[in-house]
């Protein structure tokens, strides 16, 4: 199955005001591995860069630095039409992703034909009705005739899921795919999600806002801000114990009727902004320093990725000493000593090197 490396992406967008010209850095050196069978969750607010991160990765945006490589089982470079075979993306708005001219058939059966994979009609409308099954849409001939407006939302993100698979994707990219769905039928499409990838061991990107799908439906997590990864590890150490006080503040925020009168800041106040922001990609510091609680004067560098769990690490230098990272840790319940990250192997969610 393929596996999908991203080391140092980059992406730029030129702002133009008058005769002034100047950049955004909306992505700025973000490196992770999708691995098959494995599902990764990108998490962070409105506008910190996920869905740019998934649009280059889906080769609908050109980055303006680094690489993304697919590389096959027995070790060897993806090429550019398999590329676009095994890589694949759910769209977060299944209203706007389906043509509302055409019939469920005619989405399913267009990949078919473009990517070889079905020919002549009767294979064709085999294989699209083979696809509805697998997404729990039946009866299948009858689905195949109808058209978006005459499905429900989940069912227009169940054919945008078949759509994915129809040219045998390999590795998807899920732009949070249950955001514009009724809560009720989110779950549904979740665990249609996690059953297609025990199936088919697909390698996942899901991109979401919602920390407890994220913790549930993933293995490994990495959290945004203003283009940055400043926090990354395991789904359930970097959710019930964060270490970056950004990732603090998203878990603070979440709903949690377990965690009633139980403080899940790890100790750190909720700040309000100060000051004005800093925008991502034009200051050489930690962008959240305008809004951390513990901003000192260090913070306008920018800070390494250090070590403050197995296989989890936080850009913050909080951690950056062995004292003050092993006090954090005694407070979070993990009692080990955080220090930078040194020869660390390949991971899910490796930092930039």
């Excluded at 294989?127 to 005739?145: F, G, H, K, Q, Y």
């Excluded at 779950?187 to 390698?203: M, Y």
């Amino acid at each position: 199955m393929t596996r999908l490396q991203v080391r140092g992406l980059v992406k730029d967008f030129p702002l133009r005001s008058g005769l002034r010209r100047s950049r955004l850095r909306a992505v700025d050196n973000v490196s992770f591995t999708l691995t098959p069978g494995r599902t990764v969750a990108l998490v962070g607010e409105s506008g910190s860069g996920k869905s740019t991160v998934a649009r280059m990765i889906a080769r609908l945006e050109r980055p303006t630095a680094g690489e993304i490589t697919a590389t096959a089982p027995d070790g060897g470079r993806v090429g550019d039409r398999a590329y676009r075979d095994h890589v694949q993306m759910v769209f977060q708005d299944p209203f706007a992703s389906l043509n509302p001219f055409h019939t469920v058939e005619h989405h399913l059966a267009r990949p078919l034909r473009l990517h070889g994979r079905a020919r002549g009609g009767e294979e064709t409308r085999r294989l699209v009705e083979r696809l509805l099954e697998r997404v729990s849409l039946t009866p299948a001939p009858d689905i195949a005739r109808r058209r978006p407006h005459e499905l429900s939302g989940g069912q227009r993100q169940r054919v945008a899921i078949a759509r994915a698979l129809a040219p045998g994707a390999q590795v998807v990219i899920a732009d949070e795919p249950v955001s514009m769905l009724d809560v009720s039928i989110r779950l549904g499409v979740l665990n249609l999600l996690a059953r297609l990838q025990r199936e088919d061991d697909l390698a996942v990107l899901y991109i979401t806002h919602d920390l407890a799908t994220a913790r549930h439906f993933s293995d490994d997590i990495l959290v945004m801000y203003r283009g940055r990864v400043v926090e990354r590890g395991p789904a359930d150490e970097v959710i019930l114990g964060p270490r970056h006080p950004y990732t603090r503040i998203l878990a603070a925020a979440a709903p949690d009727p377990e965690a009633r009168g139980r403080d899940r800041t790890g100790g750190a106040p909720v700040p309000e902004p100060a000051g004005g922001p800093v925008l991502p990609g034009n200051d050489p510091g930690c962008t959240f320093r305008d809004r951390c609680p513990a901003a000192t004067e260090i913070c306008v560098r920018m800070p390494e990725d250090f070590a403050v769990g197995h296989d989890h690490y936080a850009k913050c230098w909080l951690y950056a000493g062995d004292s003050g990272a092993a006090g954090d840790s005694r407070d979070a319940g993990h009692g080990r000593t955080a220090g930078p990250r040194t020869g660390a192997g390949d991971t899910a969610a490796d930092p930039a090197p």
